[in-house]
Each structure stands twice: as structure tokens, then as C-alpha cells.
């Protein structure tokens, strides 16, 4: 289980100050005070929509406030009331304090909405002040401030997506390149040693979760290489993603095929989990050479994908009405380089698109 939080600053709004006004009319000299009531401060809520999975949107952006209230006016007018401010959260956010580390709220249910921080009141017009002995009041009531509270929020995450590839073939490099996390990279084998995860963000609201992992090697199940024991941090990913390298000393059909083998020796229900294939490195081959590699891939192991772009097999639905997908053959094969920045953007639609229809 990994947590992602951000840390931010929410206010609600002060309370418009009330007026000292009197009243002004032909042929009245010092008329009553008029003075008008100051609107409330706006409060701050949180929202619970599960149509957003990420705290993202929240980066870059440190401080959230309701709108104040307006001063209140002349001829008994009130101030306007501040608008209240309404923050979205994925559900399975919690509210800490960050003075204290208390835990303020446990937003789990989606469409919850709950107040958070109560607008300040607004202050009273001096007309409420009027009395026997004072006829003219020249007081009113300041609004009340707002409340500002410093509070992270946590999101705890459980990946979607887990890479399962050989030593240096480019896991880590991909994570990198697809979410704001900085995994270690190098050109030697068993770089990543712990596993990690990345957000990678679709669109604003969207997002899912791809855990690195060390790399596998053939007999990985007898405890070669780092062994098979970090795939448990894969077990509850709902989607596996082979990553083969085409510039490693290892042919293309035995990473493969070594991979599935060890993925199933530490786990039958694990090696049943539907999943993509990405060929990585692009960049060092020449142009026109990949789609061979791509071809005689799937031929090798009878795969029947349909070819949707140069480096790109789908697996369609059985029926077009049925999203029925078959587990056994790879949702997507797709060669990408993320050196070049190629075909990431692709990449990310098809996990995204994946991740969801098995969820
Ligand atoms: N040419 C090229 N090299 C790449 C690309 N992606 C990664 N590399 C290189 O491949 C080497 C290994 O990259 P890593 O991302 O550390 O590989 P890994 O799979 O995480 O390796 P381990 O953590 O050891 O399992 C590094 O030297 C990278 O610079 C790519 O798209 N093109
Ligand atoms: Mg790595």
C-alpha cells in the first residue's frame, strides 16, 4: 500500500462588516440608521465524486477559500452572501490536521458532502442598535473572520497496473517518463531493487496507478536474481504489463515466455490476470524493421490481434455490443521508446482503458 498526499491551506470566508448608514429622505432631516446587515463568509465543503481517482489537481496550488461576504449597505440592504467553496476528492481521501496529525475526516462514500469550515457570521447594520437613548447609532458589527486550517490530504493507493519485465529492459525509465515519480535509472541489471509506484494522470480528474518492479529472470521462482517474492505488491493490480526489450541480449519470444512462466509459478490466479504487451527501445531499430519484430511476435505465439496503427495490435471484442475480451492473448501489443517520447500517449489510453474495463 502506497499513500499519495498532498499538503494545503483552506479557509472559509469572513463576514461582510455591517453598515452604518441612515436613512436620507426629502423633507426628513436626521432620519433612523438603515444600515444593512453584512452577508456570511462562504464555507468551505468536500465533495466526494468517484469520477475522480487523483489528488493531482490539487499540485501547484496551495491555497483554496471561500468567497467572503459582502459589506452590508445602505436603506437596510444586506451584503451578499460569499460563495461557498466545494472541494473534490476521490473517495478514500482523508482530512488531517497537519498541527495536530488528527484525523478530521474519512470521506468514503461517493456523492458525501459534507461542511468542512463554517463562513464567518456576518456583523449586524447599525440599525439594530438603535435604542431609547441613542437614536443615531454610528456602530455596526464587524463580520466574523473565517477559519483557516493548514491539512493534508491522503489517498491510499493500490496499483492498477504492475510491469513485469527483465533487468534493465526499461520499466523503470517508462515510470519516469509517464508520472511524476523519479525511480532510479541505470544501464546495469537490478537497478530497482524495492518497488515503487507512479501516477501516471489522464486528463485532469483521471488517473491510475503502475507499480515498478524489480526484474525477473528465468528461474526468478527458484529464487535466481532478486526472486519472485515483490510480485506480491502486483498480486491486486488488475493489469499486467509485459514490458520486452528488442536491444536485449535475450530474443524477444524468450523474455516473453519466460516471464509468463515465472509469473505463473508464483501464482496461478496472478498469471490469469489480463494484460498488454510493449515492446520498449524502439529508437534503436531501424525504421520498418519493428513491425517485423511485431508480426512475427504474435505469429510465434498465436496471437490474433488486429493491426490499428504501425506499432499497434488490439484485441477487439468478441461481440461489439459485449465488451467481452479474452484473458489468454494480450489486450494491446505496442512497441514504444520512451527515450524518443514515442507512443506514450497511446500507451497511457490503453492501460487507462484497460484498467477500467477490468475493474
Ligand atoms: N535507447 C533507449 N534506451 C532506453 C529506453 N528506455 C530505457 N533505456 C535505457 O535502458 C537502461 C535500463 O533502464 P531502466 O529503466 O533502469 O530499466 P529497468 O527495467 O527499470 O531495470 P531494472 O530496474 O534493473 O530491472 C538505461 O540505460 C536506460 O537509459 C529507450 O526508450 N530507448
Ligand atoms: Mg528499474
Not at 501516477?199 to 496507478?209: A, H, Y
Not at 504474435?298 to 467481452?324: A, V, W
Amino acid at each position: 500500500m502506497f499513500v499519495d498526499s498532498v499538503e494545503i491551506f483552506v479557509s472559509s470566508g469572513k463576514g461582510g462588516e455591517g453598515a452604518v448608514s441612515f436613512r436620507r429622505e426629502k423633507f426628513v432631516i436626521n432620519g433612523g440608521p438603515d444600515g444593512g446587515d453584512g452577508g456570511k463568509g462562504g464555507s468551505v465543503y468536500f465533495k466526494v465524486d468517484r469520477n475522480t481517482d487523483t489528488l493531482s489537481h490539487f499540485r501547484g496550488h496551495k491555497h483554496f477559500k471561500a468567497q467572503n461576504g459582502q459589506p452590508g449597505l445602505g436603506r437596510n440592504k444586506y451584503g451578499k452572501k460569499g460563495e461557498d467553496l466545494e472541494i473534490i476528492v476521490p473517495p478514500g481521501t482523508q482530512v488531517i490536521d497537519l498541527e495536530n496529525g488528527e484525523i478530521l475526516l474519512d470521506l468514503l462514500q461517493d456523492g458525501e458532502r459534507v461542511l468542512f469550515l463554517e463562513g464567518g457570521k456576518g456583523g449586524l447594520g447599525n440599525a439594530h442598535f438603535k435604542s431609547a437613548t441613542n437614536q443615531r447609532p454610528t456602530y455596526a458589527q464587524k463580520g466574523l473572520p473565517g477559519i483557516d486550517k493548514k491539512i493534508r490530504l491522503e489517498l491510499k493507493l493500490i496499483a492498477d497496473v504492475g510491469l513485469v519485465g527483465f533487468p534493465n529492459v526499461g520499466k523503470s525509465t517508462l515510470v519516469s517518463v509517464l508520472s511524476h515519480a523519479k525511480p532510479q535509472i541505470a544501464n546495469y541489471e537490478f537497478t530497482t531493487l524495492i518497488p515503487s509506484l507512479g501516477i501516471v494522470d489522464v486528463g485532469e480528474f483521471r488517473s491510475f496507478v503502475i507499480a515498478d518492479i524489480p526484474g525477473i529472470i528465468g528461474g526468478a521462482s527458484e529464487g535466481k536474481g532478486l526472486g519472485l517474492e515483490f510480485l506480491k505488491h502486483i498480486e491486486r493490480t488488475r493489469f499486467l504489463l509485459f514490458v520486452i526489450d528488442i536491444s536485449n541480449y535475450r530474443e524477444i519470444a524468450e523474455q516473453f515466455k519466460t516471464l509468463r512462466e515465472e509469473v505463473e509459478k508464483f501464482s496461478q490466479e496472478l498469471s490469469k490476470r489480463p494484460f498488454g504487451v510493449i515492446f520498449t527501445k524502439l529508437d534503436v531499430l531501424e525504421e520498418g524493421e519493428i513491425s517485423q519484430k511485431l508480426e512475427d511476435f504474435l505469429q510465434e505465439f498465436d496471437f490474433k490481434l488486429k493491426k490499428e496503427e504501425e506499432e499497434l495490435y488490439i484485441q477487439t471484442s468478441k461481440e461489439e455490443y459485449i465488451l467481452e475480451f479474452d484473458k489468454n492473448i494480450p489486450q494491446f501489443v505496442l512497441g514504444i521508446s520512451s527515450v524518443m517520447g514515442k507512443n506514450l500517449e497511446i500507451l497511457k489510453k490503453y492501460l487507462y482503458e484497460s484498467v477500467k474495463r477490468n475493474a
